[in-house]
């Protein structure tokens, strides 16, 4: 076999408070043959996500803990080296869970066939992936937007939050995205047609923003940081408004949760809903979220934009950027040229 | 006219912190004839609630607030004394919104005749009326329990929450009630059939207390105090969990709200809902929960309990101690006899 070698990155030891370089091991072992029913895999690119940093910790988040030296775990475009299934030859790619690592071998049927032109494979991890699922589910199922609503997106600039905000003006929604730069708030309003972005790290007082780029309040809150920008938002809550909770990146690194306001009292007195979800409970959405997806792509009302380190050496960097706010759209690592 | 002169109780001043005595004021007036389409009627049975208090604030809470030197708000159990209308006679017994006086003039259609025997008519503003209707579309329709799940409600011996658990208990749950003294919790589980109850005041550590009662965890948390039972009752949530936000008594009086652990990244991990409702907003349920309530009554697997202060007079205190947990089941002040 011509590759006999693969790297992989293992969690090393678990964080206390802010993850690190050091909380990960580079290791390399010899690549293992298919057998029967199984594909062998070379990643191309992979996905390192926010809820990655759950997964580190000892304690169950949504998942189980990831185990300490083993192969950190990620979803990856990859393309077929060797098969010994009729669903796959050599060549195809696929989206798989491989992990942090240059090649793995799979059951065939954890693999699905990615039928994309070369141009769009990023974007299977991204805006036609799961982040862009995500976006679909929670702004369609949970949020259920109707024309002419306000719709505020925190980390409106990241993979999840700019498919947020732009399936909100597809459903003819009012969109104020918040995110960390000044170079993300103007590609929100100049590239993807947000009506509105702040940027929290500059605003004098990003609610008294938030309450003039929303006059008519807050219908939907589609949340993926919490903290204090979820505080600043939360006052401009309307009547029957919907707070979609996604992620809550800012508290993720915190050893003690910071004291916060209660939102109770406010979800009784406007009679609101909180609701969170992780949307691998919900693929039987997933045909047609894709369907949808991958039509405002094709039809130019969906843009996707992916931020994207060479080399697995650079995985664990361009993992601890998502909690500095490195990304725009999608952060994923290439790991190997496609042949 | 036999009855000229009517007492009533008007909102004198509107308080910061905990409400007092002090903040209402007893005034008489002469009783206004009705005209056409109109009833007059004596108020039997006043229904004093925790949601009255935030009418007393200047800031909008559900509703707009009372007004200064206006009468308080509060639905009576009345009975029409003169009758302008050919839908009520004398005699007749309605539900009305005449508020904290002996006296009142409606038009006929704000009223709904009473089709109870005597020893229910305290209950049609208990079990029979708001309260119980707010129990039951907040368990079945936000809460949605199924047999075999655990329900834990605080405010347990409270109006709403005395048919809460026992409404969860019609449906096959396992019940937990949370409330503020042995003479309550005793009740709870001596006479209402919730299998655990917890007095908040006297546990030596209420959360540890709550996982004992609740091996499997908690499905569904009707939540009618907040604060730091709520805070307790929290970690113990089941993944998909739903928390019914019905009351918050416990920062009513507060002028600033207590720090309080977010509890967005809770929803997120558990995948869980948190959703605020008050009952007016689905009349559409009434007249279902109103005949389920009835034959539950009926049948004996509903209990309904009144506490019952003598004396119109003794509104006031009868509302604020609903504050310091005062009442067992509904609490209501008797203002006169019926005749």
Redo the contacts between chains.
């Keep these: 076999m011509a590759h006999s070698t693969n790297r992989r990155w293992l969690l090393a030891s678990r964080p206390r408070g802010m993850a690190t370089v050091a909380n990960f091991r580079l290791q390399e072992e010899p690549v293992r043959a298919p057998q029967s029913g199984e594909v062998l895999c070379r990643t191309v690119y992979l996905s390192v996500d926010p809820y990655m940093r759950?997964r580190m910790n000892e304690g169950?988040?949504?998942a189980d803990p990831a185990k300490l030296d083993s192969v950190m775990v990620g979803g990856t475009v990859s393309q077929v080296i060797e098969s010994q299934s009729s669903s796959f030859k050599p060549g195809d790619f696929v989206l798989g869970y491989f992990g942090w690592q240059e090649y793995g071998v799979s059951a065939a049927n954890h693999l699905t066939k990615l039928d994309l032109p070369a141009d769009l494979l990023p974007a299977a991890l991204g805006a036609l992936g799961m982040p862009g699922l995500t976006a679909w589910y929670g702004l369609l199922e949970i949020g259920k937007p109707e024309a002419g609503q306000t719709v505020v997106v925190s980390g409106g600039a990241g993979a999840v939050g700019s498919v947020v905000g732009q399936i909100a003006k597809i459903r003819g929604c009012r969109v104020l995205g918040i995110a960390g730069s000044d170079r993300k708030t103007d590609w929100l309003t100049g590239s993807l047609g947000f009506d509105h972005a702040s940027n929290y790290k500059s605003a004098a007082d990003l609610s008294t923003e938030i309450g003039s780029s929303c006059p008519d309040g807050v219908d939907i809150y589609f949340?993926n940081v919490?903290?204090a920008v979820?505080e600043a938002v939360l006052p401009h809550l309307n009547t029957f408004g919907r707070?979609v909770?996604?992620?809550?990146i800012s508290?993720y690194n915190l050893v003690q949760?910071?004291?916060?306001?209660?939102?109770?009292?406010?979800?009784?007195?406007?009679?609101?809903?909180?609701?969170?979800?992780?949307v691998g409970?919900h693929s039987e959405f997933f045909p047609r979220a894709l369907a949808d997806l991958r039509g405002w792509v094709e039809n130019g009302s969906l843009k996707h934009e992916e931020t994207i380190v060479e080399g697995l050496e650079n995985a664990p960097t361009a993992f601890l950027g998502l909690f500095d706010g490195s990304n725009i759209g999608k952060q994923l690592v290439k790991v190997s040229n496609p042949e």
């Design positions: 759950g169950r988040s949504y949340d919490g903290g979820t707070i909770v996604c992620g809550q508290g949760p910071l004291p916060a306001t209660s939102i109770l009292p406010l979800l009784l007195t406007r009679r609101a809903t909180a609701r969170g979800f992780i409970d």
